[in-house]
C-alpha cells in the first residue's frame, strides 16, 4: 500500500490511515451490514453527508482498503469491496467495540457480542467470510 | 463513564470518544513516552497545535479518560494520569500498531516488535505498568 505519512511511528501511521470516525464507520458498514453502494452508505444512523461520504471512499480507494468496480458512466452504481488490508482492520475494530462495550455498557448488543467476549475464533471466522464475500479469489 | 453520544453502536460510540487523529496520540504520548505535562505533549514529532491539544486534553478528562492535578494557579504545572478506561485503550492501540506495521513494513520499530508479534503477555505487563505508574491505587 501507499505510504505518505508525516511519521513513521506506527500508530501515527494508523491514524493518519483510519483515525478519523468517518472512515471506520465506513468500513464498519462494509463489515457488519453488508454494504457495497454509495447509497447505502448515506443511510447509516450517524447521518454521514454524501460530500464527506465521497471524501472518505475515494481515500479508502486511493490508499488500497477498498476497491471501487462498476460503470464509469454510472457513478450510482459502482460496487465497493474490502481489500485483504481493509478485512485486516476488524481486529482493531473488534478490540474498540470490545472497549465500548466494556466501558458503556449502553453499547452492548447480542450481534457485538462475540467482540465483547474476545471471541478470537469467532473474528478469524468472520474475517474468513469476509474474504470470501470481497476478495476477487475468496480468500484462497 | 459519561455517555452522550449519538448511536448506541460501541463501534460508532469508540470512535466519537477517541475517533480522532489527536485523541489517540495525546493518549499514545501517555501510554509509551511518559508524557504527563501539556508542554510535553506540544513536542511530539506530528506537531499538535497548543489550542488542539488543550481542546483534546479537556475532553479526555471530560470522558473520564484523564485525569488532570496539580494547582488551579498553574496551569503549567497541571500533571495529567491515565484512568483505567484510558489505560484499557492499549489492545486497541495495540491491534492498530500491528495492522500499521503488517500493511507499512517502513513503520516497523523495534519498541513496537510486541505489537507487530501481538505478544498477548508483554502487552498486559505493560498495562499493569501503567496502572501501578498513573493510578492512584497503583492498580491493585
Not at 452508505?41 to 472518505?56: K, P, T
Not at 458512466?73 to 469491496?81: D, F, L, M, V
Request: charged fraction near 25%; aromatic fraction near 6%.
Amino acid at each position: 500500500m501507499r505510504q505518505d505519512t508525516r511519521s513513521t511511528c506506527p500508530i501515527s501511521t494508523g491514524l493518519e490511515i483510519v483515525g478519523d470516525r468517518w472512515t471506520l464507520l465506513v468500513i464498519r458498514d462494509m463489515m457488519f451490514a453488508g454494504k457495497r453502494h454509495f447509497r447505502e452508505f448515506l443511510q447509516s444512523e450517524e447521518g454521514i453527508s454524501s460530500n464527506v461520504l465521497a471524501d472518505r471512499l475515494a481515500m479508502l480507494v486511493e490508499r488500497g482498503l477498498v476497491t471501487r468496480a462498476g460503470d464509469p458512466a454510472h457513478a450510482q452504481k459502482a460496487i465497493y469491496s474490502l481489500t485483504e488490508p481493509g478485512i485486516a482492520l476488524l481486529p482493531v475494530i473488534a478490540s474498540l467495540s470490545r472497549w465500548a462495550q466494556v466501558h458503556f455498557p449502553a453499547t452492548r448488543r447480542p450481534e457485538a457480542r462475540v467482540f465483547l467476549d474476545g471471541d478470537e475464533a469467532a473474528i478469524a471466522a468472520l474475517q474468513q467470510a469476509l474474504r470470501r464475500e470481497h476478495l476477487a479469489s475468496g480468500g484462497r
